[in-house]
């Protein structure tokens, strides 16, 4: 059976076509990584600048954006709404125990590249010294575990913050039952 032209996801630069206006200006803020206009938002979501503001307003009053006053105005995604959020996912999807392997796995990923490379972060690490010096190892291997390493450093503080807000709820759980 053949694919019509409409099957599948819708192409990225209309991803969120089909959604309607608040969902789309929602999307739009998501893709954004500086601040911008409402008249931007509106322009890029085919809706009227009043809307685009009101709805704006609506996710800087929820935490999801960062209104910065100005002339013009201008609005951003809040990474630290997004952080939070996926903190309390986390805590929620996960019980204690398996939150601490979690954080036990990641510590121990990290303790070996630290012991590899020799290093406390690999923002100490010279990948071109590195590369330089052994003779099995390309500069892609060397930023590819690089960027391991501090994927492997970030989800261990999210899991840890997802353990203690988990361990929270459970000491007062046990206080309160």
């Known amino acids: 059976m053949a694919?019509?032209?409409?099957?599948?996801?819708?192409?990225?630069?209309?991803?969120?076509?089909?959604?309607?206006?608040e969902q789309q200006i929602y999307g739009t803020i998501l893709q954004t990584r500086e601040p911008v206009t409402a008249s931007a938002i509106a322009d890029r979501t085919d809706c009227d600048p009043k809307t685009a503001r009101k709805y704006l307003s609506w996710f800087v009053d929820l935490g999801?954006?960062?209104?910065?006053?100005?002339?013009?105005?201008?609005?951003?995604?809040?990474?630290?709404?997004?952080?939070w959020r996926r903190i309390n996912q986390l805590a929620a999807r996960h019980?204690?125990?398996?939150?601490?392997?979690?954080?036990?796995?990641?510590?121990?990923?990290?303790?070996s590249y630290e012991d590899e490379y020799d290093a406390a972060t690999p923002a100490d690490v010279d990948a071109l010294a590195v590369v330089e010096t052994t003779v099995d190892r390309s500069i892609d291997d060397v930023y590819s575990d690089l960027a391991d390493w501090m994927t492997a450093r970030e989800e261990r503080t999210?899991?840890?913050?997802?353990?203690?807000?988990?361990?929270?709820?459970?000491d007062h759980e046990q206080v309160s039952g």
């Open 158 to 170: 999210r899991y840890e913050r997802a353990r203690q807000q988990r361990a929270g709820t459970a």
């Open 3 to 21: 694919n019509s032209p409409t099957d599948g996801p819708p192409p990225f630069e209309d991803a969120f076509s089909g959604d309607d206006v």
């Open 64 to 83: 999801i954006v960062t209104q910065h006053d100005g002339h013009p105005v201008t609005y951003e995604r809040n990474d630290a709404y997004f952080e």
């Open 95 to 111: 019980s204690l125990e398996e939150l601490q392997q979690h954080v036990r796995t990641l510590t121990t990923t990290i303790k």
